[in-house]
């Protein structure tokens, strides 16, 4: 790569409206669904398909809105369990509110259609 040069891309799709985006060392990941079931067991993700948490690590947890099938609390509480310091950047209050309860570091509400410069 020259100077200016963007970094690599990488872009995972996990199913449902969940990706995993690894640009350089920076790692985002949108609407976290991890299990297959939700909006109380009654909807399911297919194809069925398995999601380590562990390995997902990521920097930025973007969550677009609060329907619950981007918006899943029990994902949120795994994924704080893992990595408190992962930042969740939402705007919805909703969203905002339960993230800094579930007990991440840093939630970040911004406004729609707004742009956010990332380290890198």
Same mark, same amino acid.
């Given at each position: ?19 995993? +985006? +690894? %640009?350089? *060392? ?15 067991? +009654? /909807? ?9 948490? #562990? ?5 930025? %947890? ?14 949120? /509480?795994?994924?704080? #369990? ?13 969203? #905002? ?12 509400? +911004?406004? *729609? ?8």
């Amino acid at each position: 790569a020259t100077p200016g040069d963007s970094p690599p891309q990488k872009w995972h799709y996990l199913g449902h409206a969940m990706w995993l +985006v +690894v %640009i350089g *060392e920076l790692r985002l990941l949108f609407d976290p669904l991890l299990d297959d079931l939700h909006h109380g067991d +009654v /909807f399911v993700v297919w194809p069925p398909r398995r999601i380590l948490a #562990e390995a997902l690590r990521p920097d930025f %947890i973007i969550v677009k809105h609060r329907h619950p099938d981007h918006f899943d609390v029990s994902s949120l /509480f795994r994924l704080a #369990e893992l990595d408190r310091d992962s930042v969740v950047v939402t705007a919805c209050p909703l969203v #905002e509110q339960t993230a800094k309860r579930i007990g991440f570091s840093t939630v970040a509400r +911004v406004d *729609e259609l707004h742009h956010i410069a990332l380290d890198g």
